[in-house]
């Protein structure tokens, strides 16, 4: 990211980037900080997405020159480049360009077929940002909170960071809702994450396992939207989905032994006595048979998703409502 981050500030770029990451609030910052390194009149722009992605107008953009400017930035934003058929024509027309374009390709996660990657690699840069480590999403919000002279008590930042998840993405929606709502206070309490910080992911797909066993498409189809909307990388909601099931059939086995609920908080490394009582709910009334089988659902279709041989939001619409 530092490379990245001097490349933009020295105008030095490189003729091609990948840049990976589960956490799409840094896809859309890096994608940002291209666009606005240069201004408008000296910068072309082009941008391809899924919706709008045809082979012979990538082409066409690649291998023309930049018109009254100094460089043309094209941008991939999630396109699944590696998976083209075409891919190696792909790299033949970079290796074909001029070097006034700058060529920036965004995925949510490390392509299996590496052809590509590999390219990135030899002619230009490729990082992977994984998931941000608490003390970098502490100086986050301790940022954020300064930009609004505000504050908030290392003990409420760590609340906020464990009812996001210590997810990026959510993390920057809900911090923009509670210094909204905070305006005109100089300190955030405790309640003012409380009023206005959504349910986290962790709490989000619990009631959608309840739902799923309660047979309750409506809540489900709902709950789904929702973490949707919420832009979480869809593989990071199958682990979650899958962990969570075998902390359920974890607890179920606890439960049968006698195993107090202090006790069950340690052996499961969980911080909280809200989420192993939420565990325990859905636990008591589930089946475990039922329990594994899911499990090794998951397992299967997971193990399609990660060879490629099934979409990976296919996959989590087939774990969520089969």
């Not at 709008?52 to 023309?64: A, G, Q, R, W, Y």
């Not at 911080?271 to 659902?297: C, F, G, H, M, V």
Request: proline share 1%; glycine share 2%; net charge neutral.
């Amino acid at each position: 990211m530092k490379k990245v981050n001097q490349d933009l500030k020295n105008n030095t770029l490189e003729k091609i980037y990948m840049i990976c990451s589960e956490e799409h609030y840094i896809l859309r910052d890096f994608k940002n900080k291209f666009i606005s390194s240069f201004n408008s009149d000296d910068f072309n722009y082009f941008l391809f997405e899924r919706d709008n992605f045809n082979d012979l107008e990538v082409k066409n953009c690649i291998l023309s020159h930049s018109f009254f400017v100094e460089k043309k930035l094209i941008i991939f934003d999630n396109v699944n480049l590696s998976d083209s058929k075409n891919i190696d024509e792909f790299i033949d027309c970079i290796k074909a360009s001029f070097d006034t374009n700058v060529i920036l390709i965004l995925e949510n996660e490390v392509p299996k077929k590496k052809k590509l990657v590999d390219f990135v690699k030899e002619n230009g840069y490729f990082v992977e940002v994984k998931e941000q480590s608490r003390d970098i999403l502490v100086k986050y919000i301790t940022k954020k909170l300064n930009e609004n002279k505000m504050q908030m008590s290392l003990s409420n930042v760590s609340y906020l960071l464990d009812k996001t998840n210590d997810n990026l993405s959510i993390l920057n929606n809900e911090l923009e809702k509670v210094i909204c709502y905070s305006i005109g206070k100089s300190v955030i309490e405790k309640t003012d994450i409380d009023e206005i910080v959504s349910n986290t992911l962790e709490d989000k797909v619990y009631k959608m396992i309840e739902s799923i066993n309660k047979s309750d498409i409506k809540s489900v189809v709902s709950l789904y939207s929702e973490l949707v909307a919420l832009n979480v990388n869809l593989s990071s909601i199958i682990s979650k989905i899958r962990y969570n099931y075998v902390q359920i059939l974890k607890v179920k086995n606890l439960i049968d032994e006698g195993i107090t609920i202090d006790a069950m908080l340690k052996r499961l490394n969980l911080k909280w006595k809200w989420q192993i009582d939420k565990i325990i709910n859905i636990a008591r009334k589930t089946d475990p048979e039922k329990i594994l089988n899911k499990i090794r659902y998951i397992l299967e279709l997971d193990k399609e998703r990660l060879s490629g041989n099934i979409d990976q939001k296919i996959a989590l619409e087939l774990i969520i409502f089969c």
